[in-house]
C-alpha cells in the first residue's frame, strides 16, 4: 500500500514535470497558445489525479498530512477569492497572512522536532514536550489566537484615522496580545504537563529511566521556551510584515502623517529627562523656604519631619513641571551628543497631565532653546496626550546639553487658557534617534521571551508540588502581580499612612504595630485594616520579580528605544536570577517529594 | 551488558532489601497504610523470582521502593550496590509497572523512541530496536496510531517494548500478563524463559499463580507488608511423595506390565489417564490458523519473533562485524546466528543440562533454569532414562530405587 501510494506521487510529480516541459518547448517554438492549453490540461489532469490520490491514500499519515494541508489551502484560497470578489483587499491580505502565519508555524513546529531530535535525554523530554503542546490542543489554541491576531487587527483598523495611530495602535495590542497570549500558555503548558505526568503517573516511566529530576525539569523547560521561540519569531515576522505593509498601503492622511511614522514610531528613539537648570537646586531652594517660614512662624516650623521635608519637595518639582500663563519655565536635557554628531532632528516630547480647561485645551508656546528663540506656534495640548515639538539638534551644544525654556504665552486671538500642568518624570523629555525599528523588536521580543522563561519555571517549579488549578492559579497570580508591579506599587504607598517612614527594619515593626493598635484603639475599623493589608501587599511584592519593568510594547510602539541595557538587566535580573532561582526551588522540591502514591 | 547464565557473578545479589518498611502517614503525620513492612529480600543475577501475593499485599509497593520511585520509612535497599534513586543504575533496569503509563498523544514508534533516547541510544540503534519490538509485539500495522487509541492490551504490548528497548540486565515486570489476550500472555513467558536463559535477572511481580509457576526460578510470597515464604519453585512446589510419568499411548497389556513392575516395588498405579490438550494450546492454534488464512484484524497481531537484540549479543556481535573488517577478512559474512554464536561462550544445551544434573549432586539453590510447558527446554528436560529404568529394572546405568 505505501509503495503504491509513492508511486501516486511520482506519477503526479511526473506529470507536472512533463506538462511543464512540453509547455516550454512549445513556447520556445512560438506557440504561445499551445503552451498555455498544455498547461490548462496537464494541470487539469494533474490536479484530478492528486485529488485522486489524496482520497484513495488518505490512510497512510504523509497523505492524509499532505490532504489536510492542501485543503486547509484551498479553503483559504476560496475565502480570498470571495473577499477579492466583494472588494475587500485588505480582507484578502488578512486571509493570506492568517494561512501565511499558519503555515510558517506547521514548518516551524517540524523544524524544531527536527531540531530536539538528538539522542540527549534531555532533548527527547523537550521534543515529547513540544508534541503535547501541539497535540494536546493546549497550545494549539493559543497559535491559532496569534495568527489570527497579528494579520487581523491592522486590516480591521478604520483607515480614516491617521496611519501613525494605526501603526501604534497595531504594534501595541499586537505585541501585548502575544505576550499576554504567550504567558497564558506558558503557565498553562509548564503547570499541566508536570502536574499531568505526576497524576497520570507517566513519570514512573520518565524517571526509572537514566534521567535525573533536574534533567526532566530543563527538558520540559527547554520544550517550552523552544515552543515560545518559534511562535514569537513567527509572530515577530508577522507583525513587522504588517506593520511594513501598513505604511507602505499608501493610506496615509498627509505626508506629515508618514514623516511622523517614519521619525517617530518606526525608529528606536532614547529619551532624555529634564532636569532642572543649572544653578537650581531644590534642596537649597526648600532650605530657603523653610529657613524664611520659620523666621515668620518660629514655633510652627520648628520640628519638621522628613517626611514633611520630602512633600516641600515633591511640591516645588510639581511647581517646577507646571507653567502658569505668561510665565517660563526651564528644563535642562544633558547627555545629547550623540544625537548632535547624526545631525538629525530632536523630538521635544510634552506629556500633560492635565490642562486647564479640562480634557482639551489649546495653547500658545514660545521656546528658547540654548538661548535661540524659536518661532512662537500654537500647540493643541490634550490631556494624557503626547505631543512633539522637533527641534534642530545643531542646538545641542559641545557639551550635549540643551536648555529648553518654555513660556506659556497669550494667544491674541484667543481666551487665556490657563496653566499646563506637566506629568514629573516624563512630562518633559528630549528624544533623538538612536536605531532602527528592525532591531527594536527584536530587542523587545527577546524581553518578552526572558520573561515567558521565567513563567515557564515558575510553572514547572509550582507543578512539582501542587496540582494543576492549584498550580495555574498561583502563576497567574504571580504573573498578575509582577506585570503590574508598578502599578501595585504605587498604589500601595497610596494606600493608608506608613506607621512611619523615617525607620527601618524592626523599629518600622514595631511602629506598624504600636500604629494598628492606635487605630484600634481610636475606632478605626477600616484604617487599621489597612495596615497588615499594605504589609501583605508590600511583602508579595517582594516576593515576585517587577516584570512591569519590561514591559516593552508601550516602548515599541511609541518609537523608544529598548536598549541592550534593558535587554542585559531582564536577562541578569529575570533570567539569570528569577528563573534560574525558580528552576533550583522547584528541582529541590521535586527531589525531596515521592513519585509514587499510596497504592495498598 | 548481557551475562551469561552461570557466568562470572551469576548468584550475587543484585538487590537487596534489609528490614524494609514503608509505611504511608497523613498530613498530621499519622501513619495511614504499613504497607510494607520488615522485608529483607534478595534478587540474585541470572533468576528470575517471582513475588507472589494478593491485591494490596505490598509488593508494587515493593517494586516501586527498588526503583526509587518511593523512599523506605526504614530499612534498607542496595540496587547493583547503588542506592535506588542514583540515575547510573537506571541503565540496566527494564520495567513495566502495572498499567501503562504512556503518553497518549505519541504512537507507537514515537514511544518507543522516546524512551530509547532516554537510555541514550545512538539513532541507527535505537530505529532498528524499535522496528524489532514493534514486530515482536505485533503493533506494527497500529505504529502511527496514537497510544491514547490503543485496547488496553496494545498498551501492555508496547508497555512491554519500551522496558526492553534498552536490552536490560535486571528487569521489573509489575503484573505483566494484565489485559493481554493468550497469545501476548504466552508471549511473554517466553520472553521471560528467553531472557531467563540469557542470564537476565527478572523480577516477576504477580497475583496470577500460574504465570509465577510457569516461569520463576524463587519464589517469595506476600502478604500484609510481610514476605511470609520465600525458596525455589521445586522447594516449594514439588511433592515428594508422588512422581508422574508422561509418555506415549499405552496399550492395557503395556499398561499391565508396568503396573507389575511397580507392584515389585511396592507401588500401583493410582491412575491412567490420557491428558487433555490446554485451552491456551487451542486457542493459539485456531488464531495462527486465521491468520494463516489472511483474516483482517485492526488491534495488535500475533507477535513476532522475540527481538533479535534481546536473543543475542549485539554489542558483541557488532564488534566481531568490525573486527572482521578492520581484519579485511575474505570470508563470506556469516549468519546472524553464527555471528552470535562466535564471540560468545555456548550456552549450555538443555540436553546437556539434564545429563549434568544426573552427574552431580543438585545444589541448594540451582541455577536458574527453564521452564514452562512450552518451553523447548522444558520438552527436552525430561530424563526418559526413568522410563526405561521402569519397563525393564535390568537395564541402564543404576537400578531404580
Known amino acids: ?600 | 551488558m548481557a551475562v551469561e547464565r552461570g557466568g562470572a557473578g551469576a548468584g550475587e545479589p543484585i538487590v537487596v532489601c534489609g528490614k524494609l518498611t514503608k509505611i504511608f502517614r497523613d498530613f498530621w503525620m499519622r501513619n495511614r497504610v504499613r504497607a510494607v513492612e520488615d522485608v529483607d529480600l534478595e534478587v540474585r543475577r541470572g533468576e528470575v523470582l517471582g513475588l507472589l501475593g494478593p491485591n494490596g499485599s505490598g509488593k508494587s509497593t515493593t517494586i516501586k521502593m527498588i526503583l526509587g520511585l518511593l523512599r523506605p520509612t526504614s530499612g534498607r535497599i542496595a540496587v547493583f550496590g547503588k542506592r535506588p534513586d542514583d540515575v547510573a543504575i537506571k541503565k540496566r533496569i527494564g520495567y513495566l509497572p502495572e498499567e501503562s503509563y504512556l503518553y497518549r498523544f505519541l504512537d507507537a514508534r514515537e514511544t518507543l523512541d522516546y524512551y530509547g533516547r532516554l537510555f541514550h541510544l545512538e539513532r541507527r540503534q535505537r530505529m532498528r530496536r524499535v522496528e524489532m519490538l514493534l514486530e515482536m509485539v505485533g503493533l506494527e500495522a497500529a505504529q502511527r496510531r496514537p497510544v491514547g487509541e490503543y485496547s488496553k492490551g496494545m498498551q501492555r504490548r508496547i508497555g512491554l517494548a519500551q522496558a526492553l528497548i534498552n536490552d536490560p540486565e535486571f528487569l521489573i515486570l509489575d503484573e505483566p500478563t494484565t489485559g493481554l489476550d493468550p497469545i501476548g500472555t504466552r508471549q511473554i513467558k517466553d520472553l521471560i524463559l528467553e531472557l531467563g536463559r540469557r542470564g537476565k535477572t527478572v523480577l516477576l511481580c504477580s497475583h496470577l499463580l500460574a504465570d509465577v509457576e510457569d516461569v520463576c526460578d524463587r519464589i517469595a510470597i506476600m502478604y500484609g507488608g510481610k514476605v511470609r515464604l520465600e525458596g525455589t519453585v521445586d522447594e516449594l512446589l514439588v511433592r515428594q511423595d508422588v512422581m508422574t510419568i508422561q509418555t506415549g499411548l499405552l496399550d492395557d497389556r503395556t499398561i499391565e506390565q508396568v503396573e507389575s513392575v511397580l507392584t515389585r516395588h511396592g507401588r500401583s498405579i493410582e491412575r491412567v489417564e490420557r491428558p487433555r490438550q490446554k485451552l491456551e494450546s487451542l486457542f493459539l492454534e485456531i488464531v495462527q490458523r486465521a491468520q494463516a488464512e489472511g483474516a483482517a484484524t485492526s488491534g495488535a497481531r500475533s507477535g513476532g519473533k522475540i527481538a533479535e537484540f534481546l536473543t543475542t549479543d549485539e554489542q558483541a556481535d557488532q564488534g566481531q562485524a568490525l573486527i572482521d573488517r578492520l581484519a579485511g577478512s575474505v570470508e563470506e559474512p556469516a549468519s546472524p546466528a553464527q555471528e552470535v554464536a562466535a564471540p560468545q561462550p555456548q550456552a549450555p544445551s538443555p540436553a546437556t543440562e539434564v545429563i549434568e544434573s544426573l552427574a552431580v549432586p543438585k545444589p541448594t539453590e540451582a541455577p536458574p533454569r527453564a521452564k514452562g510447558p512450552h518451553s523447548p527446554a522444558k520438552d527436552q528436560d525430561v530424563d526418559k532414562s526413568v522410563i526405561d529404568r521402569l519397563l525393564d529394572p535390568g537395564s541402564g546405568p543404576g537400578k531404580a530405587e
Not at chain 1, 485543503?71 to 484578502?92: D, H, K, P, Q
Request: overall charge positive.
Open chain 1, 1 to 600: 500500500m505505501a509503495s503504491s501510494g509513492r508511486n501516486w506521487w511520482w506519477i503526479l510529480a511526473g506529470m507536472v514535470g512533463t506538462t511543464l516541459l512540453i509547455a516550454a518547448v512549445t513556447a520556445a517554438q512560438g506557440f504561445g497558445v499551445a503552451a498555455g492549453w498544455t498547461v490548462v490540461a496537464g494541470g487539469s489532469v494533474g490536479l484530478l489525479w492528486g485529488l485522486w490520490g489524496l482520497w484513495h491514500w488518505r490512510t497512510q499519515t504523509t497523505v492524509a498530512r499532505l490532504g489536510s494541508i492542501v485543503s486547509a489551502t484551498a479553503a483559504a484560497g476560496l475565502l480570498g477569492f470571495l473577499l477579492l470578489l466583494s472588494g475587500r483587499e485588505s480582507g484578502v491580505i488578512a486571509v493570506a497572512g492568517v494561512w501565511s502565519m499558519a503555515a510558517a508555524m506547521g514548518g516551524g513546529v517540524w523544524l524544531l522536532r527536527k531540531l530536539l531530535g538528538g539522542r540527549s535525554a534531555v532533548l527527547a523530554v523537550a521534543r515529547t514536550m513540544v508534541d503535547e503542546a501541539i497535540r494536546m490542543k493546549v497550545a494549539l489554541v493559543c497559535v491559532g489566537a496569534l495568527a489570527l491576531l497579528v494579520p487581523v487587527l491592522p486590516m480591521a483598523l478604520d483607515k480614516q484615522e491617521l496611519l501613525r495611530y494605526r501603526i501604534m495602535f497595531t504594534l501595541s495590542w499586537s505585541l501585548m496580545g502575544v505576550g499576554v497570549i504567550l504567558g497564558l500558555m506558558t503557565i498553562f503548558l509548564a503547570c499541566a504537563t508536570v502536574a499531568g505526568d505526576l497524576r497520570n503517573r507517566q513519570i514512573y516511566l520518565t524517571l526509572t529511566k537514566p534521567l535525573g529530576r533536574g534533567g526532566y525539569l530543563l527538558g520540559k523547560w527547554v520544550g517550552i521556551m523552544a515552543l515560545n521561540a518559534l511562535l514569537l519569531l513567527v509572530t515577530g515576522l508577522g507583525v513587522y510584515t504588517f506593520v511594513i505593509l501598513l505604511e507602505r498601503s499608501g493610506t496615509q492622511r498627509d505626508d506629515y502623517d508618514l514623516r511622523s511614522v517614519r521619525e517617530q514610531v518606526l525608529v528606536a528613539r532614547v529619551s532624555a529627562e529634564a532636569q532642572p537648570p543649572p544653578g537650581v537646586d531644590f534642596e537649597q531652594v526648600y532650605e530657603q523656604r523653610i529657613k524664611m517660614l520659620r523666621e515668620e512662624h518660629p514655633e510652627e516650623f520648628a520640628q519638621v519631619s522628613e517626611q514633611e521635608k520630602q512633600n516641600m519637595i515633591l511640591a516645588l518639582r510639581a511647581a517646577w513641571h507646571t507653567i502658569e500663563p505668561q510665565n517660563s519655565e526651564a528644563y535642562f536635557f544633558t547627555g545629547l551628543s550623540a544625537a548632535r554628531g547624526g545631525g538629525q532632528v530632536i523630538q521635544l516630547r510634552l506629556h500633560p497631565l492635565s490642562t486647564a480647561s479640562g480634557t482639551e485645551t489649546v495653547v500658545q508656546l514660545a521656546l528658547r532653546i540654548n538661548g535661540r528663540v524659536m518661532p512662537t506656534n500654537v500647540y493643541r495640548l490634550a490631556d494624557r496626550t503626547v505631543s512633539l515639538i522637533p527641534i534642530p539638534s545643531s542646538l545641542v551644544d559641545d557639551r550635549g546639553n540643551l536648555l529648553v525654556e518654555i513660556a506659556n504665552v497669550d494667544d491674541p486671538n484667543r481666551p487665556l487658557t490657563g496653566s499646563i500642568n506637566f506629568a514629573p518624570g516624563e512630562g518633559v523629555q528630549a528624544l533623538y534617534r538612536v536605531g532602527g525599528f528592525e532591531g527594536n523588536l527584536a530587542r523587545a521580543l527577546t524581553v518578552t521571551w526572558i520573561k515567558l522563561g521565567f513563567l515557564a519555571a515558575l510553572g514547572l517549579a509550582s507543578a512539582t508540588v501542587l496540582d494543576f488549578p492549584v498550580a495555574c492559579l498561583l502563576c497567574l497570580l504571580v504573573y498578575v502581580g509582577a506585570s503590574a508591579s508598578g502599578f501595585f506599587e504605587q498604589s500601595l504607598a497610596d494606600f493608608g499612612a506608613k506607621a512611619r517612614s523615617d525607620v527601618t527594619g524592626w523599629r518600622q515593626l514595631v511602629a506598624t504595630i504600636y500604629a494598628l493598635v492606635t487605630s484600634l484603639r481610636d475606632g478605626e475599623v477600616w484604617e487599621s485594616l489597612k495596615i497588615p493589608i499594605r504589609m501583605i501587599g508590600k511583602t508579595f511584592l517582594a516576593m515576585v520579580p517587577a516584570l512591569g519593568r519590561y514591559a516593552v510594547a508601550a516602548s515599541v510602539s511609541d518609537g523608544q528605544v529598548v536598549g541592550w541595557s534593558l535587554l542585559g538587566s531582564a536577562a541578569l535580573w529575570v533570567g539569570g536570577l528569577w528563573t534560574v532561582g525558580c528552576g533550583l526551588v522547584g528541582w529541590v522540591l521535586f527531589r525531596t517529594r515521592e513519585l509514587a502514591r499510596v497504592m495498598v
